[in-house]
Nanobody
Framework: HVQLVESGGGSVQAGGSLRLSCAVS????????IGWFRQPPGKEREGVGI????????SYADSVKGRFTISQANAWDTLYLQMNNLKPEDTAMYYC????????????????????RGQGTQVTVS
């Protein structure tokens, strides 16, 4: 089982930056795929970026490439999403999510495949 708790959301002007954090706790240490998803108002949940804890790398949605960066700290106790040059279309509820096993990059487009998910943190860009 994995528990995820997001923080760091808020309101920011277009062009600004925010860093989201996800506190990760688990009693079963194994390779996982973990990342960030978002749900804009009135839209379906979509992938932002995922990272493989086994060192396979990262994958990002085209809409955020070059602006958003995923990183981790403290041996995967914390996952970050650094968001730069924010745009109004980035406004959404952002979720940290994880699944067991290494990343299959196409799963970025299938958020329902991630059974572990936090409560979300709101990001509003105006």
């Amino acid at each position: 089982h994995v528990q995820l708790v997001e923080s760091g959301g808020g309101s920011v002007q277009a062009g600004g930056s925010l860093r989201l954090s996800c506190a990760v706790s688990t009693t079963t240490f194994r390779r996982r795929c973990i990342g960030w998803f978002r749900q804009p108002p009135g839209k379906e949940r979509e992938g932002v970026g995922i990272i493989d804890t086994g060192g396979l790398g990262t994958s990002y949605a085209d809409s955020v490439k070059g602006r958003f960066t995923i990183s981790q700290a403290n041996a995967w106790d914390t996952l970050y999403l650094q968001m730069n040059n924010l745009k109004p279309e980035d406004t959404a509820m952002y979720y940290c999510a994880a699944k067991d096993g290494g990343c299959i990059w196409s799963s970025l487009a299938r958020p329902t495949e991630y059974p572990y998910r936090g409560q979300g943190t709101q990001v509003t860009v105006s």
